[in-house]
């Protein structure tokens, strides 16, 4: 019994002496599952969509919410695959498709993207230094050359982007309370709303939900795989749910998300746009594409 237990320590120090060198909090089962998803992704045929092929592995685990969000209020790198919201997995997903791309193919080249996506300039500086909101993300993105965000200019003889969202972020700021790290450091408060206020004033160009029933040829902007961000009318946000375009042999442009509804990573059965005419809140859809 003593030989056990000596074994099943030194189990446990080992995996958290990588955690440690990553700087990352994860499971060993899951390095384990993204290394395989890479490998698997070598005999994926060049004219398959690998994005998708990413984001199809996701396909049944549960969702759960403010999986990042630390009691604690200490920011480190996480990654989990007990459960997923939309912003992880598109995260996860996003991750993924760079380190492939890259030709890179562990656990630690996938962590290393992770962090210059979900954090300002790769860097993370405590739980302010986050991309929080969805507009920071695109434009940290499009700073480091790994997504551009579609709109009128990509396809200006015929572009479903009629619609114009202009700014005005405070959501986090004015309810710091939903927010543990924000209840536990006051301080990060006023970081945050320096934050939203480089947001605020900006305009930004979406699909209308009554443009989302035209076919791919009247989309032809939106490629599989592409990031959709819904646009919200909720005041103080800009987006309020993220997934994947994926066509479907209806002809009509489905999402691929961790849904709140479904409880799990699903492709939806109905189109996008009967879809969105369920949520009250939402205007349309912004498109960001991995380069």
Same mark, same amino acid.
């Given at each position: 019994?003593?030989k056990?237990?000596?074994?099943?320590?030194?189990?446990?120090?080992?995996?958290?002496?990588r955690a440690?060198?990553?700087?990352?909090?994860?499971?060993?089962?899951d390095?384990?599952?993204?290394?395989s998803i890479?490998?698997?992704?070598?005999t994926?045929s060049?004219?398959?969509?690998?994005?998708?092929?990413?984001?199809?592995k996701?396909?049944?685990?549960?969702?759960?919410?403010?999986?990042?969000?630390?009691s604690?209020?200490?920011?480190?790198?996480?990654?989990?695959?007990?459960?997923?919201?939309?912003?992880?997995?598109?995260d996860?997903?996003t991750?993924?498709?760079?380190t492939?791309?890259?030709?890179?193919?562990?656990?630690k /080249?996938?962590c290393?993207? #992770?962090? *210059?996506?979900?954090?300002?300039d790769?860097? $993370?500086?405590?739980?302010?230094?986050? +991309?929080?909101?969805?507009?920071?993300?695109i434009?940290?993105?499009e700073?480091y050359?790994?997504?551009?965000?579609?709109?009128?200019?990509?396809?200006?003889?015929?572009?479903?982007?009629?619609?114009?969202?202009k700014?005005?972020?405070f959501f986090?700021?004015?309810?710091? /309370?939903?927010?543990?790290? #924000?209840? *536990?450091?006051?301080?990060?408060?006023?970081? $945050?709303?320096?934050?939203?206020?480089? +947001?605020?004033?900006?305009?930004?160009r979406?699909?209308?939900?009554k443009?989302l029933?035209?076919s791919?040829?009247?989309?032809?902007?939106?490629?599989?795989?592409?990031?959709?961000?819904?646009?919200?009318?909720?005041g103080g946000?800009d987006v309020s749910h993220?997934?994947?375009?994926?066509?479907?042999?209806?002809? *009509?442009?489905h999402?691929?998300?961790?849904?709140?509804?479904?409880h799990?990573?699903? +492709?939806e059965?109905?189109?996008?746009?009967?879809?969105?005419?369920?949520?009250?809140?939402q205007?349309?859809?912004?498109?960001?594409?991995?380069?």
């Open positions: 019994m003593k056990v237990f000596i074994i099943f320590l030194f189990f446990v120090c080992a995996l958290s002496l440690e060198i990553l700087g990352t909090l994860y499971q060993r089962k390095s384990i599952k993204i290394e890479l490998r698997d992704a070598r994926v060049t004219k398959d969509n690998i994005i998708l092929f990413f984001a199809r996701f396909i049944g685990i549960p969702y759960g919410a403010a999986t990042l969000e630390a604690n209020g200490e920011e480190r790198l996480t990654f989990t695959l007990d459960k997923l919201d939309c912003t992880t997995f598109v996860a997903v991750a993924l498709t760079l492939y791309r890259h030709g890179q193919r562990n656990f /080249d996938f290393s993207w #992770l962090q *210059k996506i979900r954090y300002r790769g860097i $993370i500086d405590g739980y302010p230094s986050r +991309l929080h909101y969805y507009s920071s993300w434009l940290n993105g700073k050359g790994y997504v551009h965000e579609i709109g009128p200019n990509d396809n200006p003889h015929v572009s479903p982007f009629t619609s114009i969202q700014l005005n972020i986090m700021s004015y309810h710091p /309370d939903l927010y543990p790290a #924000l209840v *536990k450091h006051p301080a990060y408060v006023s970081q $945050i709303r320096q934050t939203e206020r480089e +947001l605020t004033g900006r305009s930004v979406y699909i209308p939900i443009a029933g035209g791919k040829l009247l989309l032809d902007s939106v490629h599989d795989g592409d990031i959709l961000a819904l646009v919200t009318k909720r946000l993220l997934g994947f375009a994926v066509w479907g042999e209806d002809g *009509k442009l999402l691929l998300n961790a849904s709140s509804l479904h799990q990573v699903t +492709l059965r109905i189109p996008l746009q009967t879809y969105m005419k369920t949520q009250r809140l205007l349309g859809v912004r498109v960001i594409r991995i380069k």
